[in-house]
T-cell receptor
């Protein structure tokens, strides 16, 4: 596809369940980012990938959160034992290269609701 | 102090008005600056980069003041379609992680 694709667009889950969120970046983009945005709040950085490696995962809020990227393309963010405070929109973005002046292209996000 | 700060607004202006937002950043080693636009319940989209010399794109002008550590966005001749949240984005030198401000809400009314 032409843009960053995220799935599912909406996910409702029960507290304590595990969820997986998927991101398919723009073809050829080597950098991939996960952010989350709670209602009325700014974007909170979670993790950054360069290729398949994650040189910066400092934003992951707890060890319940993990992410991987395979083939330098698709990334999956996994949240184990979800809590109500995990409810937010999870946004994935990709960027063409590793420069520090690169623009981010965002997917439309996954709205996660933990009941 | 937050790394990137913005007045959340909302800024409520009539069509045709000129409006300006500022964004301050705390780290003097910051080197990349952008403005993104986010419509309600949508993803952020790049509006424009901000260069040291200032830059203009149609009705939009962005400026950087390194001495005072702020960037600004000026919108001339506001349109109803300009209603959105405007996010200031800053990246520190040597970092690959863009830091987003919480955004400034703009409402343009008829």
């Amino acid at each position: 596809g032409a843009g960053v694709s995220q799935s599912p667009s909406n996910k409702v889950t029960e507290k304590g369940k595990d969820v997986e969120l998927r991101c398919d970046p723009i073809s050829g983009h080597t950098a991939l980012y996960w952010y989350r945005q709670s209602l009325g709040q700014g974007l909170e950085f979670l993790i950054y990938f360069q290729g398949n490696s994650a040189p910066d995962k400092s934003g992951l809020p707890s060890d319940r959160f993990s992410a991987e990227r395979t083939g330098g393309s698709v990334s999956t963010l996994t949240i184990q034992r979800t809590q109500q405070e995990d409810s937010a929109v999870y946004l994935c973005a990709s960027s063409p290269s590793t420069g520090t002046n690169e623009k981010l292209f965002f997917g439309s996000g996954t709205q996660l609701s933990v009941l | 102090r937050k790394e990137v700060e913005q007045d959340p607004g909302p800024f409520n202006v009539p069509e045709g008005a000129t409006v300006a937002f500022n964004c301050t950043y705390s780290n003097s080693a910051s080197q990349s600056f952008f403005w993104y636009r986010q419509d309600c319940r949508k993803e952020p989209k790049l509006l424009m980069s901000v260069y040291s010399s200032g830059n203009e794109d149609g009705r939009f002008t962005a400026q950087l003041n390194r001495a005072s550590q702020y960037i600004s966005l000026l919108i001339r001749d506001s349109k109803l379609s300009d209603s959105a949240t405007y996010l200031c984005v800053v990246t520190r030198r040597g970092s690959y992680i863009p830091t987003f401000g919480r955004g400034t809400s703009l409402i343009v009314h008829p």
